[in-house]
Structure formats: C-alpha cells, structure tokens
C-alpha cells in the first residue's frame, strides 16, 4: 500500500532493492482501491501482494483481495501489527484461511515487547525457517521469544473483548469531538485505535500541529495522507494513537479533555492549562 495512504516503509524499502516493487492507493472516497489492485495484477503478475497499513485506520477485507491474488496466482501477506486484537476479537474480518503469510509485531494492540510474529501455511514452513535462520537471525533469542510466550499469557488472561472496546469507546469520542469541531478525517473516522487527521483545510502543517502538541505533553507524529504535496517531513496530517489511554483506564472526562485539546489547538483555538496537562499526564505516569 502506498506510503501516503497508508502503507508501511518494511513493505517496500528494502525489497525494493531485489523486487520491483508497486504501489496502490484508496479510491477517492478513501477505501483500498480494488480495481486498481486488480489492474496493477494483471499487469505486472506480482509473486507477492502485501495487505496491511500502519497509518489506514479501516478494517481490511482480506476475502477480497485474497480473491484477486487467486486469479493471478499471487501470494498474499496480511501485516496486521495494528489490527491483531481487532482480528482476535472479530471486529475486523481475520486474514487466516485466506493469506498465506500473516505477520503482526508484538508492541502494538498486543501490548508486548517489541518484536514480530510470522505465521504462514504449512507448505511454507521450511522456507519461512530458512528465511529466519541463518538469513536474519544466528540463532534463536530465548528472552524475546519468553516475552512474546508472556504476553500471549497475560492476552488470554484479560477479557479481549472489553479492551477492544475500552479502544473503540475512546476512538469514537476522539472522532465525535474532532469531527463536530470540524476537522476532516482520512477515511471519516476510525475502527481501530488510530485516528488519521487531515490538516488541509487548517493553517497547519503535520510538523507544526506534531510540535505544538509536544509542548502541551501531546505526543502524536505527523503523517502523509493520498496525494500530500508536503514531504514526509513536513506532511499534511498527524496520527493519533488512543491505546495507552485504554491500557491506563483513563476516565472518560480526562480523555474527552484531550481530544478538545487537540480540536482547539489545531483550529488554533488553543487555551491551554498546562499545569492541567502536566497533572493529567504525571497521575499516569506509568514508567518510573
Ligand atoms: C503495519 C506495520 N508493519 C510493521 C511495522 C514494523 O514495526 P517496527 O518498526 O517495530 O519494525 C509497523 C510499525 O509501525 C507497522 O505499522
């Protein structure tokens, strides 16, 4: 998927140097663009297809776009680092029994230590091993693997189901909030814990909105959206992540205080309290 809509830079930039590698982007009203994955098929035969985004927060329809790899006998990878929780909950239709690889990092909606998970058919098994040892890794890292065996634990352990929608109460107020203080959504709001903002019609850049925020102890990193014609350094948006208010239980009025922060500060409306900011974030404080 193309960077600016959504796609991650592990996707392209270093198979880029042995693949030729193709992008697709969304429609125009902002849904992955099916037809332009079937042409881009058709025409190039790729070997792989990647399916998985880091800064596109819909849910993805593997049925079919696994539908177009089988015409063109095309393997498909689903990346679902953001949306693995969302996967195990339902909420978002699951990859498997259509992908042939599924891959997903360990520090995101699962909440372990940084790291990854591949999974794939069986037939690719040993290639997928050989891809691992001696490829990328000597040998085998017993204390990450202990963690991510720990943090599949502590996920069975939890009620799922009530994280997930602890995340999506919190990104639904985020989008009300935003949205009825007029601020453009890409995609019009969220179904995961991402919420992508569109600066376009404000006076802001995504650097300018990213620093802003810092100084208000706002931490939320500025992003391309389709067809930006700001670098990825400067970009036209910024992408909020809503999961650590899920994790530390914030109170409903604490967090609905902080989307109003971000609504008024990118409307340039911004009267801050720091010293409310800073008590909020400091009562949190969960890494001494
Ligand atoms: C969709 C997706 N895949 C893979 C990764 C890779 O994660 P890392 O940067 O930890 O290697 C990310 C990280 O943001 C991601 O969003």
Redesign the pocket.
């Known amino acids: 998927m193309s960077p600016d809509a959504g796609g991650?830079v592990?996707h392209y930039h270093y198979l880029k140097t042995f693949c030729n590698v193709f992008f697709y982007s969304v429609t125009e009203d902002e849904n992955i663009d099916l037809i332009q994955i079937e042409k881009l098929c058709r025409q190039h035969h790729p070997k792989l297809l990647i399916a998985?985004?880091?800064s596109y927060p819909k849910s993805i329809h593997y049925s079919q776009i696994y539908s177009i790899c089988q015409k063109y006998d095309t393997l498909l990878l689903a990346?679902i680092?953001?949306t693995a929780i969302y996967v195990a909950t339902q909420n978002h239709e699951s990859p498997f029994g259509y992908a042939d690889f599924v891959t997903f990092?360990t520090?995101k909606t699962t909440r372990g230590i940084?790291g990854g998970i591949v999974m794939s058919k069986a037939q690719y098994r040993s290639s997928l091993e050989h891809a691992v040892f001696p490829v990328v890794q000597g040998a085998p890292k017993f204390n990450e693997i202990l963690a991510k065996a720990v943090m599949l634990s502590e996920l069975a352990s939890i009620d799922i189901k009530k994280y997930v929608e602890d995340i999506l109460k919190i990104s639904n107020t985020f989008t009300s909030i935003l949205m009825n203080k007029g601020i453009k959504l890409y995609t019009n709001g969220t179904e995961t814990h991402l919420i992508m903002v569109d600066l376009r019609k404000s006076q802001i850049t995504g650097k300018n909105c990213e620093d802003l925020l810092f100084s208000q102890h706002i931490l939320v990193n500025r992003n391309q959206l389709p067809n930006d014609n700001k670098p990825p350094s400067i970009t036209s948006g910024i992408r909020i992540g809503i999961l650590t208010l899920a994790t530390i239980n914030m109170l409903e009025n604490e967090y609905t205080q902080i989307a109003e922060l971000i609504a008024d500060t990118i409307n340039g409306k911004c009267i801050i309290d720091e010293s409310l900011a800073r008590d909020i974030i400091q009562s949190y404080r969960i890494i001494e």
């Open positions: 991650h592990s998985g985004a880091s990346d680092s953001h990092t520090h940084r």
